[in-house]
């Protein structure tokens, strides 16, 4: 089993076992169905919300919270997508394990 300790700056909204149970679930679902992209890139930029839905949760990101945007192919269409902070470090992870579980040919 593959486990990874996970230390996160700014988790205090959510704790870390809601974060395990509730989100990447979800990021791995979202991976598997093609509506997140496999590969992750580095954020382009993060700033201050800008009221657009986070492409994890479906939830608004105000402006009283962190956005990061990452340009990403998401079935062949480039597209920007936008994230809480740590609903792209659940993607981030799943994305990681997703490449560790795969077959090494
Ligand atoms: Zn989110």
Not at 63 to 92: D, I, K, M, Y
Request: proline share 8%; hydrophobic share 35%; charged share 25%.
């Amino acid at each position: 089993m593959y486990e990874t300790t996970i230390y996160l700056v700014g988790t205090d909204a959510m704790p870390l076992t809601q974060f395990e149970s509730a989100l990447r679930p979800l990021a791995r679902d979202r991976i598997s169905k093609g509506r997140l992209p496999r590969k992750v890139r580095p954020p382009l930029w993060g700033g201050n919300g800008t009221g657009q839905l986070c492409a994890l949760c479906d939830k608004t990101i105000p402006p009283s919270e962190v956005e990061l945007e990452v340009e990403a192919l998401v079935n062949g269409t480039l597209r920007t997508l936008r994230f809480h902070v740590l609903c792209e470090s659940a993607w981030q992870l799943e994305c990681a394990r997703d490449d560790y579980l795969k077959p090494h040919l």
